[in-house]
Each structure stands twice: as structure tokens, then as C-alpha cells.
């Protein structure tokens, strides 16, 4: 009798430590899915400039609009691996990854995915990494948005713009960043995973039990 009611509840104490444990396969998938957005960044670095500076052109601070590609790892790690630094560190490795094939920003990139990803990161830490839907990640996405104008408006000549500047720069970032960054990342999951390539995942079966 004491063995039977002593399991569940040694089960029941090791169960939230268990949750926020990394597995083997949760760094493998966050080193590919790094390297992978890293490409994507790589690609966005050419469509993403001239439409940034399209934007900016038409009216300064309008470029923000096309940011929001690069704010898409933080919120496509943290909604696939569920896990406290997912989305800092898919974030994080596809900046570098970004820097390392070479763009104008050079290693300034790093720094921006610090900053984006840690954003995104105090989202799902906000909702304890209890909660994945698209408001959260959209929200996610609107997270690293200002992570990235926080960033900016101190390592680039944004503090000394006009206040209407930064005020524009910083809603077309979150409007980007909740559309381009956490819309778009949660459809790409939900499509990833009914491929089945998310099984090991929560993501993955909760798509089976909906289906």
C-alpha cells in the first residue's frame, strides 16, 4: 500500500522539472532549425534591404514593416521546442549563421539576435511556457520587435531621430513582428508539424489530436 501511493507522487514531483529539461533531440533541432532561418535571413538580407529601403524612402520609419522575417527564430523555436532559451537560442544561431555567409551588417547581427531573441523569449516566459497559440505567438513576434528598436535606438543614430521617427519605426516593427515574425512562424509550425517531422514534439501531437 505504501509503495503504490509513494509513485504517483514522486512522478507528480519530478514532472515541472522534466518539462524545462533539455533533450538531446531538443539541441539538435535548435542547432538545424538556426541553421536553417540563418539561410532564410541570409536570403531576406537582399529582398528584406531594398523593401526596407523602399519603405524608408517613402516615409523614414516605414522600414520596419519589412523586419519581421528576421525576427521569425525566436518564435518558431520557442513555439516547436517549448523550453526556457529556445527561442533566444534559434534566434542567436541564426544570427550568426547570418554574419558567418557575410551580409553589410557584419557582426552587428549577432547582437540583433541577441536582442530579437530575447525579446521573444520573455513572451513565453511571461505565459511560463505553458501557452503556444498564434496570440502568444504573435506576441512573441511583437517581443522581438522591440527588442530589436531597443537595440537600435542605442547602437545606431536612431537616439538622435526625431521622436515621430522612433515612434513610426517602432509601430511598423510590431505590427511586422506580430504578422511577419509570429503569423507567418505559427503557420510554418503547424505545417512542419503535419509532416509528422514534429512527432517528438508537443507541437506534433497536439496537431494529431486535433486532426
Do not use: C
Not at 527561442?87 to 551580409?103: D, H, K, P, R, Y
Not at 520573455?122 to 513576434?141: H, K, S
Amino acid at each position: 500500500m505504501h509503495t503504490s501511493t509513494s509513485a504517483p507522487a514522486n512522478r507528480s514531483a519530478v514532472a515541472p522539472a522534466n518539462r524545462f529539461q533539455w533533450r538531446v533531440v531538443d539541441i539538435v533541432v535548435a542547432a538545424v532549425l538556426g541553421v536553417a532561418i540563418g539561410l532564410v535571413f541570409w536570403g531576406w538580407n537582399t529582398v528584406g534591404g531594398i523593401w526596407f529601403g523602399a519603405m524608408d524612402a517613402l516615409t523614414p520609419g516605414l522600414g520596419g514593416i519589412a523586419v519581421g522575417i528576421w525576427l521569425i527564430g525566436g518564435v518558431i523555436g520557442g513555439l516547436i521546442i517549448r523550453k526556457p532559451g529556445a527561442a533566444l537560442l534559434v534566434e542567436l544561431i541564426a544570427a550568426v549563421v547570418s554574419a558567418l555567409i557575410g551580409n553589410v551588417w557584419g557582426i552587428g547581427t549577432i547582437f540583433s539576435g541577441l536582442a530579437q531573441g530575447l525579446g521573444a523569449e520573455l513572451i513565453f516566459l511571461a505565459f511560463l511556457y505553458l501557452r503556444f497559440t498564434l496570440p502568444v505567438a504573435m506576441l512573441a513576434g511583437v517581443g522581438a520587435g522591440v527588442g530589436a528598436w531597443i537595440l537600435e535606438l542605442f547602437l545606431s543614430p536612431n537616439i538622435v531621430k526625431s521622436l515621430e521617427f522612433n515612434l513610426l519605426y517602432l509601430g511598423t516593427l510590431v505590427i511586422s513582428g506580430a504578422l511577419l515574425a509570429g503569423l507567418v512562424g505559427w503557420l510554418l509550425v503547424r505545417a512542419l508539424a503535419a509532416t509528422g517531422a514534429l512527432s517528438r514534439f508537443a507541437v506534433g501531437r497536439e496537431l494529431r489530436r486535433d486532426v
